[in-house]
């Protein structure tokens, strides 16, 4: 599935990620956080669009950071981020397009990362061998090598590494976790996380020009520079829905998820066999044009299957319409069967405990009445300035090892979709494909599911079959695949000069 390369240039329309990684020397490292416990450590705000308000929020609301830098590669959105701080912090932060000025800034003490997925890794890299704490919104890396790389890094330079999966900081999360590991709905072993959410079309495939006033080589960064034009109509946020730059929902919201499903499991490791079936399906229908071609590359509805040997993990995720859902279980344990279903079910001897949203957690008896409720939410960002001023790493909430075991398992998954993209199978050979993946779920009953919601949606599923994802042995230790060359080539990609993730001994 690699991509033959010959320049730093990939043809806009065969968006994968490849493998090889070429080392970058490390920079040398500041010692420790230089503030007193009355003293403002200074933050830099790292992509300044929907998810960097977030970030922005967070750390103007805290009193001991002070933001004196916002990054972006487009001068208007940094401009008005930069108005905000100014508003209310009193000064105004200084605007950069580089992140690279920043680490070259001695007074910055951490960083604050909401870029594209791409560009996780690299910037959190290059920030802690700079001596720089950060922060790394979900997922963690854009594959597992680079997963990897963050964790040796925030070892090897003694920093704190944060990773936004903030259920992590949840209180309702928390006491639920420990309710469950004290035998609350008895043994558990199958979690079930589910992203049903809508997710329109993108838009035709098509050349569409990058904004004037964007930097789309700096915005590019460690991914191949494509032609400058873009194959999707809005630049900001659809970078989600391609492969090149983003993870697909598995990989957006699944992070949050398959966080939690692993706790909830006990399971502090990759999985040891994955499978995938799905597609970006229903679009044609929606647009009643049968050639009609979406601009994303990730697929909108997929099932991933893992297999932890004694525990079992599914993630399901669904981006065409959830209305009117016939899945009568999910329904009553999710008290609703209309909208977007984001969360997880986890499945006991006496019971289920089902995570229905950020701040709110709900158990219920085998006969599903409801038993015990958990709630509250707390400060997943003020966790981590409070670790910088420790420096104390085992206080964090969710650190570089978390975040990289709960975004491998997206990788994972997309990784078996990918393999498996051209092999478009009837439901019958789906059905009897995934009798061969040990799993402690009725897999039938959930491809029929995923059937019926696709039907639902006027997917022709004749005309348009599902693809059936490649079976992948993976060896948790050695982080490789044991059955597969070309999945082992997409563990990481290739990188450009200048942008390349560091690995191994070079981080």
Same mark, same amino acid.
């Given at each position: 599935?690699?991509?033959?390369?010959?320049?730093?240039?990939?043809? +806009?329309?065969?968006? &994968?990620?490849?493998?090889?990684?070429? #080392?970058? !020397?490390?920079? *040398?490292?500041?010692?420790?956080? %230089? @503030?007193?416990?009355?003293?403002?450590?200074?933050?830099?705000?790292?992509?300044?669009?929907?998810?960097?308000?977030?970030?922005?929020?967070?750390?103007?609301?805290?009193?001991?950071? +002070?933001?004196?830098? &916002?990054?972006?590669?487009?001068?208007? #959105?940094? !401009?008005?981020? *930069?108005?905000?701080?100014?508003? %209310? @912090?009193?000064?105004?932060?200084?605007?950069?397009?580089?992140?690279?000025?920043?680490?070259?800034?001695?007074?910055?003490?951490?960083?604050?990362?909401?870029?594209?997925?791409?560009?996780?890794?690299?910037?959190?890299?290059?920030?802690?061998?700079?001596?720089?704490?950060?922060?790394?919104?979900?997922?963690?890396?854009?594959?597992?090598?680079?997963?990897?790389?963050?964790?040796?890094?925030?070892?090897?330079?003694?920093?704190?590494?944060?990773?936004?999966?903030?259920?992590?900081?949840?209180?309702?999360?928390?006491?639920?976790?420990?309710?469950?590991?004290?035998?609350?709905?008895?043994?558990?072993?199958?979690?079930?996380?589910?992203?049903?959410?809508?997710?329109?079309?993108?838009?035709?495939?098509?050349?569409?020009?990058?904004?004037?006033?964007?930097?789309?080589?700096?915005?590019?960064?460690?991914?191949?520079?494509?032609?400058?034009?873009?194959?999707?109509?809005?630049?900001?946020?659809?970078?989600?829905?391609?492969?090149?730059?983003?993870?697909?929902?598995?990989?957006?919201?699944?992070?949050?998820?398959?966080?939690?499903?692993?706790?909830?499991?006990?399971?502090?490791?990759?999985?040891?066999?994955?499978?995938?079936?799905?597609?970006?399906?229903?679009?044609?229908?929606?647009?009643?044009?049968?050639?009609?071609?979406?601009?994303?590359?990730?697929?909108?509805?997929?099932?991933?299957?893992?297999?932890?040997?004694?525990?079992?993990?599914?993630?399901?995720?669904?981006?065409?319409?959830?209305?009117?859902?016939?899945?009568?279980?999910?329904?009553?344990?999710?008290?609703?069967?209309?909208?977007?279903?984001?969360?997880?079910?986890?499945?006991?001897?006496?019971?289920?405990?089902?995570?229905?949203?950020?701040?709110?957690?709900?158990?219920?008896?085998?006969?599903?009445?409801?038993?015990?409720?958990?709630?509250?939410?707390?400060?997943?960002?003020?966790?981590?300035?409070?670790?910088?001023?420790?420096?104390?790493?085992?206080?964090?909430?969710?650190?570089?090892?978390?975040?990289?075991?709960?975004?491998?398992?997206?990788?994972?998954?997309?990784?078996?979709?990918?393999?498996?993209?051209?092999?478009?199978?009837?439901?019958?050979?789906?059905?009897?494909?995934?009798?061969?993946?040990?799993?402690?779920?009725?897999?039938?009953?959930?491809?029929?599911?995923?059937?019926?919601?696709?039907?639902?949606?006027?997917?022709?599923?004749?005309?348009?079959?599902?693809?059936?994802?490649?079976?992948?042995?993976?060896?948790?230790?050695?982080?490789?695949?044991?059955?597969?060359?070309?999945?082992?080539?997409?563990?990481?990609?290739?990188?450009?000069?200048?942008?390349?993730?560091?690995?191994?001994?070079?981080?």
């Amino acid at each position: 599935m690699k991509t033959p390369q010959s320049s730093g240039k990939l043809s +806009r329309r065969h968006f &994968v990620m490849a493998s090889s990684a070429v #080392a970058v !020397a490390a920079a *040398a490292p500041r010692l420790s956080l %230089a @503030q007193s416990a009355n003293e403002q450590m200074s933050v830099a705000v790292i992509g300044a669009g929907g998810r960097g308000g977030s970030h922005v929020g967070a750390y103007l609301g805290n009193s001991k950071t +002070r933001i004196t830098y &916002v990054v972006d590669i487009d001068p208007k #959105a940094a !401009a008005n981020r *930069a108005d905000q701080i100014e508003k %209310a @912090q009193g000064t105004r932060p200084e605007i950069v397009a580089d992140m690279r000025r920043v680490f070259d800034d001695k007074s910055v003490d951490a960083i604050s990362t909401a870029t594209p997925n791409h560009w996780h890794a690299l910037c959190g890299v290059w920030a802690m061998q700079a001596g720089k704490d950060a922060y790394i919104e979900k997922p963690i890396c854009h594959n597992i090598a680079e997963g990897r790389a963050l964790v040796e890094a925030a070892k090897k330079y003694n920093r704190i590494c944060q990773v936004g999966t903030q259920c992590r900081s949840q209180p309702a999360i928390i006491n639920a976790m420990a309710w469950l590991h004290e035998g609350g709905i008895g043994e558990v072993r199958l979690a079930r996380g589910l992203c049903y959410k809508r997710r329109k079309s993108i838009g035709a495939l098509g050349d569409y020009d990058i904004p004037k006033e964007v930097d789309f080589d700096l915005w590019s960064g460690p991914a191949t520079f494509t032609d400058p034009k873009l194959t999707r109509q809005r630049f900001h946020y659809d970078w989600h829905w391609q492969r090149h730059y983003g993870n697909g929902d598995l990989g957006n919201q699944g992070p949050h998820q398959t966080d939690i499903a692993r706790w909830g499991l006990g399971v502090d490791r990759h999985p040891q066999r994955i499978l995938s079936y799905g597609g970006r399906l229903g679009y044609k229908a929606e647009r009643k044009d049968p050639n009609y071609v979406d601009a994303g590359d990730t697929a909108n509805t997929e099932v991933s299957i893992y297999d932890y040997g004694d525990k079992c993990m599914i993630f399901e995720t669904r981006g065409l319409s959830v209305d009117n859902s016939a899945d009568e279980e999910l329904n009553r344990l999710f008290q609703s069967n209309r909208g977007n279903k984001i969360g997880v079910v986890f499945y006991g001897t006496d019971g289920y405990l089902v995570q229905t949203s950020y701040g709110s957690c709900v158990a219920y008896d085998k006969d599903m009445n409801e038993i015990k409720k958990f709630g509250g939410g707390s400060d997943h960002f003020g966790n981590f300035v409070d670790g910088c001023f420790s420096r104390d790493a085992s206080g964090l909430s969710s650190d570089a090892m978390c975040g990289h075991l709960s975004a491998a398992v997206s990788h994972l998954g997309n990784i078996s979709y990918y393999l498996g993209e051209s092999n478009r199978a009837s439901v019958d050979e789906i059905a009897a494909a995934v009798k061969h993946i040990p799993s402690l779920d009725d897999d039938e009953a959930t491809l029929a599911r995923t059937v019926k919601h696709l039907t639902d949606n006027g997917v022709d599923l004749a005309a348009t079959p599902l693809s059936l994802g490649a079976m992948l042995e993976f060896d948790p230790e050695e982080e490789k695949f044991t059955n597969n060359d070309a999945a082992n080539e997409l563990l990481t990609r290739e990188y450009r000069d200048g942008f390349v993730c560091p690995t191994g001994d070079k981080v």
